[in-house]
Structures are given as structure tokens and as C-alpha cells.
């Protein structure tokens, strides 16, 4: 560790750890942690790698506000990004997206603009488009802005390529969102190291890729329409009800080995499992990318290797089902310990 100048130069630099309990016999499998991040998830650097984007191109004037639509992460990111440069934040959210994400970014000085959850992800997106034309705003278009996906290959991309440096590297396995890791990290992985596989993980109830059915898109790169394939599921962050034009870009490239559809209730499974085998407590597309790699694992030779992203911290999801069967209060087993000894016991 070193010192910062600012916050936002801890972005990045996750580490890779290994897993022990969890891990098939014969295979070394590795998480990347992005929870490691200083909001927690993955999303701090396309934050980041936006805002000095526009920065750069001056696109974004000193001062001025800058929206995005988002399901969270994005939000919390450029929440923190745009509190320690000094500019405003608006964030349209649909409102099925777990309250403390809402929360955490109005602490960090955001101010954020439910829509109806009828209107999933095209809803908040058509909104924040509408108030960046009508209000002036520097819209960050996480969706399609190129400066996503580059953020991605300078640092998450470069990570791994020295991680696995004079190693083989067999498989990476990752979800999308935007895409922007996706496509990020597997356009570097294809010329640096192109004997590794990339395995790309939807959810089962939305297997937008797994459907083979194209999207329609305006000439922006922006969805016209509500992918057929999708239905909601509870991988927050993950698979919007359209295919991102940046999920599309590495999809056409052809780097993607295969797409692996993963039902909700697995992601839970393996999110609680990392936690309390492993001490790795992330979230629940973290636990449905894990759920991926295991499979990934069953079918790898002896001796290989599988890097597992992890996208974001568990802490976003104590009101959403992944804690649903956590109790707050005493259970049976807890109450019997208590009872054990004389002291601090309440009255039955
Ligand atoms: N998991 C979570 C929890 C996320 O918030 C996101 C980003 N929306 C992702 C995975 C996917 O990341 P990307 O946008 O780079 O595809």
C-alpha cells in the first residue's frame, strides 16, 4: 500500500484470491474481488473512466451536472467520482433496484429519480436521456460510451494479464451488465493471451445471448424496444431487458467461447456459500458468475486454471432475498447458547 492523492486513485488493483473449500479437486480457481474498489464494486471503474473521458474530450464543462440511468453501481461510482471533482449527480433508477442503493448514493451527495418499475431498464434509460437534453446535462451513456469498455482493457484487462503472467490462463468467466468487463477485458485477453477461453454467464430467466435473437437498436447504439427473450430475475446489475450495444460489440467479435444460463436461485446459493466457506462476501451476480465457474471447473482438464469475476460487495443486498432467511433476531440455537450461562439472558 501506498498513499493517495485522492480517492479515485484506489480504483482498480483488486486482487485475485484463490478458493479453497469451494474449488473442484484438480483446479485452481481464482475470484477477482472487485469488492475491493472503494464503493464496493466494479462499476467505480467505468466511473472513473467516463468522467476523465469527458474530461478530456471537454465534453463536461467544470461544474456542470452529469446523469446517468442505472441499476446502482454505476450510480454509487460516479457518485463518489463526481463528489471528491466537485460535479452535481443526477441518477434515474428503476425503483425495484434495492433501496440502500439509493440510499448510498444520496449520502454521497446524489440526487436520484425513480421510475416506475413497469418501465425496467429502457424506463430509466428514456429518462435520463429526456432530462440531459432538456436540462443540459453531460449524459455518461454507460450503455454505449466506448470510454466503458477502455477503462476495462487499461486496468481490469492489464490486472490479469500480469496476474497470470508465465501462466496459462484457461478460462475467465463474467456476466454483463453494460458489457463493458465483457468486452473490456476479452478484446485484450483474445491478442495477449488467446489460449484463453472466455465464458460469458446470463441469467436463466433472461438468456438474452443464449436466444440467438437479435436486438433492435436506434443508430445511437441505444435499444428501440424491450429484448423478446427477457424476464425479470434477481441478478441486480446484471442482463438489462436489452442487449447493450457494448455486450453486442464483443459478442460480434467472436471472442465469447460459450454462454452459460444460470438460474437465480444458484447465484443466491453460491453468494451465501462464498461467504461462509470461503469468508468472500459479495453479491448475488458475484454468487450467479461463481455458479458459472464451478460448471466451468467440471469440465476443465487437471491442473487448470479459471479466473471468476466478482463484481460487487454483499453489503448492497440486506434488503433484497439474498438475506431474506437471515434472521435479526435470536434463533432456537442461539437463544440455547445464551441460556448456557447465568448472565445477560432476557426474560422468557
Ligand atoms: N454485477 C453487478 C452487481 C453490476 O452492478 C454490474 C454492472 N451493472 C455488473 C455485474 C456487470 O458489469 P458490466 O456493466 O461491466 O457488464
Known sequence: MARFANILETVGNTPVVKI??????????YVKVEAFNPLG?????????????????????PGQT???????????????????????LVVTMAEQFSVERRKLMRFLGAQVVLT???GRAVGMVVKAVELAKAHGWFLTRQFENEANP????????????????GERLDYW????????TLRGVARVLAQEMPDTRIVVCEPQDAPLLGSGLAQARHADGTPAAPHPAFKPHPM??????????????????????????????????????????????????????????????????KGANVLCMLPDTGER???????????????EAELAISRSTPSGQFPA
Open 173 to 180: 468467466v463474467t456476466g454483463y451488465g453494460t458489457g463493458g
Open 20 to 29: 479453497n473449500r469451494l474449488a473442484p479437486a484438480g483446479v485452481n480457481l
Open 150 to 165: 477502455d477503462i476495462h482493457s487499461r486496468t481490469t484487462a492489464r490486472e490479469i494479464v500480469v496476474d497470470f503472467k
Open 236 to 301: 441486480q446489475g446484471w442482463t438489462p431487458d436489452f442487449i447493450p450495444k457494448i455486450t453486442a460489440d464483443a459478442v460480434a467479435s467472436g471472442v465469447i467461447e460459450r454462454v452459460l444460463s444460470i438460474p437465480g436461485a444458484e447465484a443466491m446459493h453460491y453468494s451465501q456459500e462464498l461467504a461462509r466457506k470461503e469468508g468472500i462476501f459479495v453479491g448475488i451476480t458475484a454468487g450467479a458468475t461463481f455458479a458459472g465457474a464451478l460448471r466451468v471447473c467440471a469440465g476443465a482438464a
Open 317 to 331: 443486498y440486506l434488503s433484497t432475498p439474498l438475506f431474506a432467511d437471515v434472521p435479526a433476531d435470536m434463533t
Open 41 to 61: 464494486s466494479v462499476k467505480d471503474r467505468l466511473a472513473l473512466g467516463v468522467i476523465e473521458a469527458a474530461e478530456r474530450a471537454g465534453e463536461l464543462k
Open 116 to 118: 416506475p418499475a413497469a
Open 66 to 88: 452529469v446523469i446517468e440511468a442505472t441499476s446502482g453501481n454505476t450510480g454509487i461510482g460516479l457518485a463518489m467520482v463526481c463528489a471528491a471533482k466537485g460535479y452535481p
